[in-house]
């Protein structure tokens, strides 16, 4: 089955830091969407992506955060001035279309960890 | 709004019993229903998925779950675990205007198989 690619799987930052997180969806698909689950809680939404712009956000997607597809193969996620509570795991995944419950894949994820 | 309530965080079970997870929602409108499930150290990956219809959905490795939507419950069971199936597991909601994209996830339960 195709997969998602995310790298790094590990990144250590110190607070205040900029940091990118970089993902490789599937190839033919055109939805892309970051989410993060922050240890021991749930995985939270955090932005969708179609046609070259936002399509969703949600609240914890502030001006901090920011994606692009810079390429025709990458989408990435860049936290412009990390904080201590960025750190979590980030887990990009993307799908075909949004009809009936598409599914969702996902990447194996990239720890964040802000120092 | 949607919410997603997984009520055991840990589920111990030995290998060949029967298991169930636990899993109930909320929301105002009508819903799709995903169970997610992730090994160590890889992505999330579908599992089994309710759009409509039969309220038995069966997934892969051998997993089903009953939409009931009098409770508000989509519980997650196999028959007979394997060592295997040792993983997190997610449920998770989206409405029908999401088409399956923007999901809301429990908290996620550890299954634990054990000899």
């Known amino acids: 089955e195709p997969e998602v690619t995310q790298t790094p799987s590990h990144q250590v930052t110190q607070m205040g830091q900029e940091v990118i997180l970089r993902c490789v969806p599937i190839?033919?698909?055109?939805?892309f969407y970051w989410y993060r689950q922050i240890l021991g809680q749930k995985v939270e939404f955090l932005v969708s992506?179609?046609?070259?712009?936002?399509?969703?956000k949600s609240e914890i997607f502030d001006d901090q955060f920011s994606v692009e597809r810079p390429d025709g193969s990458n989408f990435t996620l860049k936290i412009r001035s990390t904080k201590l509570e960025d750190s979590a795991m980030y887990f990009c995944?993307?799908?075909?279309?949004?009809?009936?419950?598409?599914?969702?894949?996902f990447g194996s994820g990239t720890q964040l960890s802000v120092l | 709004a949607q919410s997603v309530t997984q009520l055991d965080s840990q589920v111990p079970v030995f290998e060949e019993a029967p298991v169930e997870l636990r899993c109930n929602y909320s929301?105002?409108?009508?819903?799709?229903l995903f169970w997610y499930v992730q090994y160590p150290n890889q992505g999330l990956q579908l599992l089994l998925k309710?759009?409509?219809?039969?309220?038995l959905v069966k997934g892969i490795n051998g997993f089903e779950a009953e939409f009931n939507k009098s409770q508000t419950s989509f519980h997650l069971r196999k028959p007979s675990v394997h060592i295997s199936d040792t993983a997190e597991y997610f449920c998770?909601?989206?409405?029908?205007?999401?088409?399956?994209?923007?999901?809301?996830f429990g908290t996620g339960t550890q299954l634990k198989v054990e000899l």
């Open positions: 995944a993307s799908n075909l279309d949004t009809t009936f419950g598409e599914k969702l894949f």
């Open positions: 190839s033919n698909h055109l939805y």
């Open positions: 992506f179609y046609n070259n712009e936002i399509s969703e």
């Open positions: 929301s105002s409108v009508s819903v799709y």
């Open positions: 309710y759009l409509s219809g039969s309220t």
């Open positions: 998770a909601v989206s409405d029908l205007g999401g088409g399956g994209n923007k999901l809301t």
